[in-house]
């Protein structure tokens, strides 16, 4: 009779990760040859290279991962990912962890406690309506997060109205009870995961 | 030709010019817009970094929306990069992953929705305009070629990566859009840094980062002594366009680039008007870039004082201007 060699253990860090990531993002393939960090536009202002990151996932540094301005720093150029020689999925890992870090509320711990603001004042505008308003989302996430820059990006606004590139009210689609179905549900198997 | 049209929230007001532009060329080209009724915003970069399964069922809505209103095999066009990327991706994506494939579906059904990954393909406009149209057709529609304009082509990032459903051009070094503006007359100058970043939403999240990034472009695009900065992308347009002035503020320096969209310049090229093209709404101007190849501009609307109305309360009102 055959013996199990191997014993079901509870999901670490990177099987979270790996798990919570669309598709197979080949998470374990990593050299740590620092391509993507050499690759990466917003590379010198991050805290850690995404390189160092997956590293770090593998050691287990749920912490030290989930509270780094790296994810929220990631311009999602996908430079890094096509240039990856193991084709690891790097901007999708990068979502996962800006993610995780909402879930276990460590990026308020880090050097970019603000940036989920912005994401989460955008999607309040799309839940709502369907569709995405830029007067409200400058002026609700600014108001929120940076009142005292208010003044300084008052011209831009106004610029923006002037030449007719920036809507005073927001457009709602009609099938707007269809698409609160449509989240609620979705939301309620994101939280079974 | 005919194609389903996923405008996306910027073509509707923001990068207005942009979808005034491409329906202005898509006519003399044959190619005929069918655009999805009620779509919905793609949720751009914001909505996948909050929630997985929802983000892709917003997008998934969309995917619905056309395998039901399009005719099969009628590919779907999307003009901004970002909508192009997100609906590629999330057809993709629910390709290789099952179970998320089924969670998506699960949540469309709660409002009477499905999607079959794979149905629909979708295309940005510049991939149909080079692939299906041909450079022949655009180059066999030029009445008034762009001679002498100095043009950087900025292809930016999500048209060339990663190409979740089909790959276009180089993902580092793309050509189709110089091209393109080639075949337009226009002098296409070397770009270096074509695809790289503009930024994207950083410009709200850590403006230091942002325009650098945003500098750096404009910086390369002055080295080459580029007129006008070409674009596919609205938020690119965006980006150099609208911030131009706070990276000169930020960095000290003068740059005056215009930045106005492929259609427009391809527009112009074809014989129409600024006016139906959408010119006039950038932030940098440029009507000194365009009287190079004759065009003419209107200057700027400005906008009618209000006169007061007797509903209105009254308000303090600055005295007019003689």
Redesign the interface.
Known sequence: MAIATTQARAPTFFDRVVAATPGDPHLEMCIQCGTCGGSCPSGPDMDHTPRALFAMINAGMIEKVLSSNTPWYCVACYYCMVRCPQQIHITDIMYTLKRMSIQEGLYQKGSAPEAPGFSQTFIDYVENYGRSFELGLATRYHLSYHPLDMMKMAPMGIGMLRKGRMDLTPKKIKGMDQLKSILAKAKELEAKL | MKYGYYPG?SL?????SYDMSAKAVARPLGIEFQELQ????C????????????A???VA?NLSLAETQLEKGTDLVAPCSLCFLNLTKAD??MQ??AP?SA??N????????HYDPGSIHTRHLMHIITEDIGLDEVAARVIRPLTGLRVAAYYG??IV???FQSKFDN??YPTSLDRLMKVCGAQVVDFPLRA??C????T???Q??ALE?IRRLLENAAEYKADVIVTLCPMCQLNLD?YQA?VNKYFKTNYNIPVLYFTQLMGLAFGLSAQELGIG???IDPRPALAKIGVEVPP?EE?KPKKPSKEELPMPRMPEES
């Not at chain 2, 009620?38 to 915003?41: I, K, L």
Request: include cysteine.
């Open positions: 929230c509707e007001k923001n990068a207005a009620d779509w919905n915003c949720g751009a970069s914001e909505y996948i970094s909050i929630n997985r399964v929802a892709y069922s917003l809505r993709q994506y290789e992953d998320l969670k998506v699960t949540a469309l059904n709660a409002g009477g929705m990032c999500l990566r990663p190409g993902f580092e790289h970043c930024g994207g939403h950083m709200q999240i850590s230091p980062v990034l609208v706070d709404k950038e932030f700027p906008p």
